[in-house]
């Protein structure tokens, strides 16, 4: 028995003793953890290995306006002003309505007067017509149209003039061709004049008339502008020949008796 009792301690002795080297490696291994954190004030950390995102508590709450408040939005839309001024375009002014919504009325608009398109053609329906000889120059009619309407009027080309029942229409002055469209504003007159014979007797088939229908053309040449005007002649009629010929319309009485 005592021999048995020796051989069991002299095998728990030297299985004892290298338990005691592992633990006494541990302990110097962990010293120099402990003696590393202290230097460098950062606590033990893993070299290797990155580190690990900060979590919120569970239940815990970011305080509002916190810049690290991952949930808020980059940026937040301006506040409109009260006055609706934040709905206007660009370059308006406050109480100014939008270009694009704005009303039609600048120039050219449907209240411009001098825009063609709201423009009509004198005729004898919204015009007076009087025709009248004058002492010169000699042989000559001069014939006004005024407008007595309520919108402007446009005096296109010349006018048909027929002397009673003649079956031809006198030829126009080429060259008192205006530049522009002679147009009448309500109360305003126009002008053609009218070269009845030649003064030196050369015409032909001369006549004496006694009734003048005064025609007007539409905007294209030689169409219809509407209704025609008979103004009075005097009382002995006027006396014409082969060389009648009439101007285009005019704006100035002077013009109109120049040729």
């Known amino acids: ?31 120099a953890l402990a003696l590393t954190a202290c230097q460098d004030g950062t606590g ?6 990155p ?15 916190s810049a690290t408040d991952a949930s808020a939005p980059a940026s937040r839309p301006a506040a409109k002003p009260a006055d609706g001024s934040g709905d206007r375009a660009a370059g308006t002014a406050p109480g100014q309505a939008s270009p694009a919504g704005s009303a039609g009325k600048d ?15 004198c005729n004898g329906s919204n015009t007076t017509v ?18 007595t309407g309520s919108r402007v009027c446009d005096l296109t080309y010349y006018p048909v003039l027929r002397f009673d029942e003649m079956q031809w229409v006198p030829q126009a002055f080429e060259e008192s061709r205006p530049q522009a469209v002679t147009t009448l504003a309500p109360g305003e007159s126009g002008y053609a004049g009218v070269l009845l014979s030649s003064a030196d007797g050369s015409g032909e ?15 294209t040449p030689n169409s219809d502008g509407g209704p025609a005007a008979i103004p009075s002649l005097p009382a002995g009629g006027v006396y014409y020949d082969s060389t009648l010929s009439v101007t285009y319309w005019q704006s100035s009485l002077d013009d109109a008796l120049t040729y």
């Open 130 to 147: 009087t025709a009248r000889p004058v002492p010169r120059p000699l042989n000559h009619l001069l014939i006004t149209v005024k407008n």
């Open 107 to 121: 120039k050219g608009g449907a209240s411009d007067p001098d825009d063609p398109a709201n423009r009509v053609s």
């Open 51 to 65: 580190l690990p995102a900060a979590a919120t508590p569970t239940g815990s709450a970011t305080p509002a306006g």
């Open 44 to 49: 033990t950390r893993d070299e290797g290995a």
């Open 205 to 219: 088939h001369g006549t004496t008339a006694r009734k003048l229908t005064v025609g007007f053309q539409g905007r």
């Open 1 to 31: 028995m005592r021999t048995y009792r020796t051989a069991r301690t002299a095998a728990a002795t030297r299985t004892a003793r290298p338990r005691t080297g592992l633990l006494a490696a541990t302990g110097v291994a962990l010293a």
